[in-house]
């Protein structure tokens, strides 16, 4: 399990990337097939009288009929587009030895003369050429398209080419990496669109087809099923519709469609341990994307609602241990001070069990209820407390609030004011520590100023600073106070950890 990862897919010379998903159009059962079956019915029948004539005649299932992709693709392959991204990223010169273990030519001699000589000195950073290709769909006949959030990270350029190989340059109106949709926009007139689902009643075990650029394969078919619907993944807040479609590097933000024709979702993320198609495709549902849109569209940019609690998952133990029936719910393990969940009287050891009615199974269904709903809305929570269920009424706050008051923090404080180190920061909850095997450290929600230019990037959990163990947002402040020039942080990066310089303003 430890080698087998969530990805979304990427193709790519250096960074970015994509995936898709699948859907289809019932026809009727052909009728060959129909006559071809009838007399072998007819033969058993006979033979089978006697016992039939004893027991209840059994009820035929309905008839099942095959899908015919060929009218959705004719009539929306149009409207999906081929995404093709530029950009850079900043790598540094490392290694054990004179030509660092990242090096291509490290083995070469003179090649380490000319980098000296041409200035590049060992832990420098320069910035380097990326290239990345997704897909998309375009909504509007006057050129919105809906894409992944991570398509178009770090663009310096966006191409957008149509299936009749005309090309335009997009403007990023907005992206959101909670939800991973971004919108784009090219100058453009009359174009052609896919029609949105107006109603979430896609069911499990319906067809889907998805229309993407896997390996920059232009409109490329794939069909399956609906797998489940509201996955919750470790690294989202979002009820991911999960399919069985073949999708690979390339449909990432390409469109995934129903039996009408509709779009249901945007492909996303692929459960790999290859890198490629193995069974599991992730599609955003389109209500959630449509969601996210509107409010690029309108403000270009995505608020998101937060309650303000540590959870963590309950297991059979602590079901036990707090008399539950199973082994469901959100255990929460840290209130923030001052939250919206702190203000409406939650408490640590309270488990959550539903939200607005809707039941939560596992830990991670709660951070994507709330994350996608709306900032100073008001949510009903039943909540199991010391062996029974207790209703609780809280007024959801904003996501950024509490890095805005980590900032305001920052800047009254004469120690905290000298860092500007950019990070937001909070402590691991036991399950991440038990996950990652540490006794202690904090993950990096966000990363900007100084720390985002030496290379620290959100996810990161920050185990050390100047050598010295870190579990508070205090010990930070405490050791980057006492600090004039700059420190060196301990970061762990998935499996690797890594030091990283960072100088102070």
Known sequence: MSNTTLKRAAIAVAVLGVVGVGGAVAVKQNAAVAAANAPAVAMVAPAAASAASAQPAPVAAPAISLPDFSVIVAHNGPA?????????TKTSYDGDGPQGRNDPFGDDPFYEFF???????RGQQKQMPTHGLGSGFIISPDGI??????????????????TDRREYRAKVLGSDPQSDVAVLKIDAKNLPVVPLAKSNDLKVGEWVLAIGSPYGLDNTVTAGVVSAKGRSLPDGNVPFIQTDVAVNPGNSGGPLFNTRGE?????????????GYQGLSFAIPIDVATKI??????????????????????????????????????????????????????????VIRTLNGQKIVSSVDLPSMVGLSTPGEKINLEVWRQGKPVQITATLGNANDKVAAQAEAASADPASAKLRLGLALRPLNPAERQQAGLPGGLLIQDAG???????????????SVNGRLVSSIDQVREVVGKSSKSVALLIQRGDDKIFIPVRLG
């Open 80 to 88: 999906v587009v081929n995404i093709n991204v530029t950009g850079s």
């Open 115 to 121: 980098r000296r000589f041409q200035g590049q000195q």
């Open 145 to 162: 398209i809906l894409t992944n959030a991570h398509v178009v990270r770090d663009a310096n350029e966006v191409v957008v080419k149509l």
């Open 263 to 275: 779009v249901v979702g945007i492909n996303s993320q692929i459960y790999s341990q290859t890198g």
């Open 293 to 350: 849109k509107n409010q690029i569209v309108a403000t270009g940019k995505v608020v998101h609602a937060k309650l303000g609690v540590t959870v963590q998952e309950v297991n059979q133990g602590f079901a036990d241990s707090f008399n539950l029936a199973t082994p469901e719910g959100a255990l929460i393990s840290n209130v923030e001070r001052g939250g919206p969940a702190d203000k409406a009287g939650l408490k640590a050891g309270d």
């Open 449 to 463: 100023g100084a720390a985002a230019d030496a290379g620290v990037q959100p996810g990161d959990v920050l185990l």
